[in-house]
């Protein structure tokens, strides 16, 4: 197997200058409160909660649905849970990838009923030939194709997230351009 780098950090961080800007475009200086998914959205939430020009609560929920390896169980859990009272404000769920949709899915379902006043989701990556779920991102970094992906927060075995580009094992020959 060797490393596939997909995106660069230059690349990434002059996407979330995009992204930040449509954010910010968005919702035109309203405050809100940017709820990151632990593990995996912490790092594209701290790139992208500094390029915001309005007034931001954060807060923070750790959910897990792979346990470990590749393949989404389908089964969502919430480890840790929010502290603030999101009840009327505008809250967008930040997270490294949308890709069956089961995780965004369940999130979505369970902040509706805390009725806050808007609901957005943005992800750095968004790998649409692999949803399963009725659930789309509304700000999206990259599309990727179904490769299995790490770096920039994503992992393998709670791995990788740490490296600043995002980049995937494929063997040799595979995906060359
Ligand atoms: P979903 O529930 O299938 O949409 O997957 C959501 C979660 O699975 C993400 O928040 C990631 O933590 C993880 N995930 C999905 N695809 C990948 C991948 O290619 N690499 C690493 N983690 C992934
Ligand atoms: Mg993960």
Redesign the pocket.
């Known amino acids: 197997m060797i490393k596939k780098v997909l995106f660069s950090q230059e690349q990434i961080q002059k996407r979330i200058d995009e992204v930040a800007k449509e954010i910010n475009e968005f919702y035109k200086g309203e405050p809100i409160i940017v709820i990151p998914?632990l593990r995996?959205g912490f790092m594209f939430a701290s790139d992208l909660v500094r390029r915001l020009d309005m007034l931001v609560e954060m807060d923070f929920i750790t959910t897990a649905?792979?346990g470990s390896g590749k393949v989404?169980s389908g089964d969502v859990k919430i480890f840790s849970d929010l502290r603030s009272n999101i009840e009327g404000k505008n809250v967008l769920i930040v997270?490294?990838?949308?890709?069956?949709?089961?995780?965004?899915k369940f999130m979505k379902d369970y902040i509706s009923i805390k009725k806050p006043k808007t609901l957005k989701i943005a992800t750095m990556l968004d790998?649409p030939s692999r949803r399963t779920q009725d659930i789309n991102s509304d700000f999206v970094g990259f599309e990727v194709e179904d490769l299995?992906?790490?770096g920039y927060g994503?992992?393998?075995e709670n791995n990788y997230r740490n490296i600043p580009y995002i980049f995937a094992f494929v063997e040799e020959g595979k995906y060359d351009k």
Not at 97 to 102: A, P, Q, V, Y
């Open positions: 998914l995996g649905s792979y989404s997270d490294d990838i949308i890709d069956s949709g089961h995780t965004l790998k299995f992906i790490v994503l992992d393998y």
